[in-house]
């Protein structure tokens, strides 16, 4: 029994934080690593860091088939679906790094630094993934962000880079900004940070509070829309995936997103319960489909590779937001699995993109324009190749992942009586073939007149690993086992 002038201790389950806890260590220890061999290569730096991610993924995976639970006076939930949002963040920090050397190289911005701010970022990002305490997912957001401040401003002698990280920043204060006008709002009307009791207080607490709780859930939104790259919250996107450096940009395509839909889920999963379902589809499909066609429309008129994928990843932001929908209509028949399913795809397919178009920097620089990918094809036909298979699975081309992913959205949509919604999304689908294949176009063509200034790709052993590992899961694990893949996610 604790003495009265002694705060109770909470009860605290560390084993159950262990995957966050790994990575953060493991960000620690690559940084004294870098203080000790400051001009020295980064290979030990990776090594570590590779290791600390695999094991965290480990550890997320065994948490698989734990119950429900929480931790640490109900701040931390371990259930199936943050475990698998964490292996998914994982995932793409891991892939992220493991190209990141030759092109930090490349670009001659070989700062080891850059390894500990992408290892903190992500666990914000996990943090984020397995909490519904309000406070707490702030807390992720802020630690996921503030890492991608610096990391987007890396390349200090590039305008654009500076221009981007200012740009990250402002927008990022700003939508903080939003996230904290809301969590303020519902704490005021409901007297808690804790989702299900917001929930709660919706049902008992009566007309005077249900104004304030819709507000604040709108903020909430509004918030977390910014680091999900939601139109009309999505005008930082392109600009910013353009400057950052290439790896900083796929790490914020990947691993930022999915820690933005993982705290949107939890919000809207939380709180959209009886007479606010009513309220809340409707404005989530608007966005979902303002997102889709905005994305997918800009994009046709992109000339940049980078900002062509920027602008999709916009797109597919909608796609995901539109398996969202679907849960919270039926969440009785449509679980987590889809989502799941298709932010695993897209963290393969964006990550393997960005992989290959790392490989045009050179000197210094690099090119990303859709001209000075020509020829890619005869230069480097292996990743050419598998950038055919990571196109074909972001247009959602059978049998790769992307495929299936809207295969499964579509069904669970039309399930939820929202069949509408469905034509939408395959009508955008069929408007991203454009400027998807102008992408492959620009690989395979114009190799006989590329001149020799062209910044030739340098395809290092790690990055064929990075391609063929992602092109492998997309058709293999991924396309081959989609059903099985979905029903594990989904618990079955």
């Known amino acids: 029994m604790n003495p009265p002038f002694m ?11 262990l995957p966050v806890v790994i990575v953060m260590l493991t960000g620690i220890l690559a940084l004294i690593v870098e203080m000790a061999r400051p001009k020295h290569n980064n290979d030990a730096i990776v090594a570590i860091s590779l290791l600390g991610l695999a094991v965290a993924g480990f550890l997320a995976f065994r948490n698989l088939g734990d119950l429900e639970f929480s931790t640490f006076s109900d701040t931390y939930l371990v259930d199936r679906f943050g475990s698998i949002m964490q292996i998914v963040i994982v995932l793409g920090t891991l892939l992220s790094i493991v190209f990141s050397e030759g092109y930090l190289r490349n670009k001659r911005i070989p700062f080891g630094e850059f390894y500990p701010l992408m290892l903190w970022s992500s666990t914000g990002a996990m943090i984020m993934a397995s909490t519904k305490n309000l406070l707490v997912i702030f807390v992720g957001l802020e630690i996921l962000s503030v890492a991608l401040y610096v990391m987007a401003g890396m390349s200090r002698t590039e305008e654009k880079s500076s221009e981007s990280a200012l740009k990250y920043f402002l927008l990022g204060a700003f939508a903080s900004g939003f996230l904290l006008y809301g969590i303020s709002f519902l704490y005021g009307a409901t007297g808690t940070l804790h989702l299900e009791e917001v929930a709660r207080a919706w049902i008992s607490g009566g007309p005077a509070a249900r104004p304030l709780i819709v507000f604040g859930v709108g903020m909430i939104v509004i918030g977390l829309g910014f680091k999900a790259s939601l139109v009309p919250f999505h005008q930082w996107t392109p600009d910013v995936y353009q400057g950052a450096p290439t790896n900083v940009t796929s790490f914020m395509a990947t691993v930022s997103k999915v820690g933005a839909f993982a705290a949107l889920v939890r919000v809207l999963d939380a709180v959209v319960v009886r007479e606010m379902v009513g309220i809340w589809i409707p404005a989530l499909c608007v966005l979902a489909v303002l997102t889709m066609t905005v994305g997918n429309l800009v994009a046709l008129t992109q000339k940049d590779a980078k900002r062509i994928l920027g602008y999709s990843s916009i797109a597919q932001a909608g796609y995901v937001l539109v398996a969202v929908i679907a849960h919270l209509q039926s969440p009785t028949t449509v679980g987590y699995g889809t989502i799941a399913y298709y932010l695993f795809g897209y963290t393969a ?48 081309l059978p049998p790769t992942a992307g495929f299936w992913g809207k295969f499964q959205i579509i069904r669970d949509i039309s399930s939820a009586g929202l069949t509408w919604l469905a034509v939408v999304l395959a009508v955008n689908s069929i408007i991203s073939v454009y400027y998807y294949l102008s992408i492959a176009m620009a690989v395979y063509t114009g190799g006989d007149s590329v001149s020799e200034s062209t910044p030739e790709p340098r395809p290092a052993r790690t990055n064929l690993g990075v391609l063929g590992a992602c092109a492998l899961g997309l058709i293999g694990v991924l396309g081959a086992l989609a059903p099985q893949v979905v029903n594990l996610f989904n618990g079955k």
């Open 7 to 17: 705060f109770p201790v909470p009860e605290a389950d560390l084993f159950a934080i």
């Open 349 to 396: 397919m964006t990550a393997g993109a960005f992989a290959v178009l790392s490989m045009a920097a050179k000197d210094g620089k690099e090119g990303t324009l859709l001209t000075e990918l020509n020829g890619l094809a005869k230069r480097a036909p292996f990743a050419a190749a598998t950038l055919v298979i990571f196109i074909a699975s972001l247009v959602g």
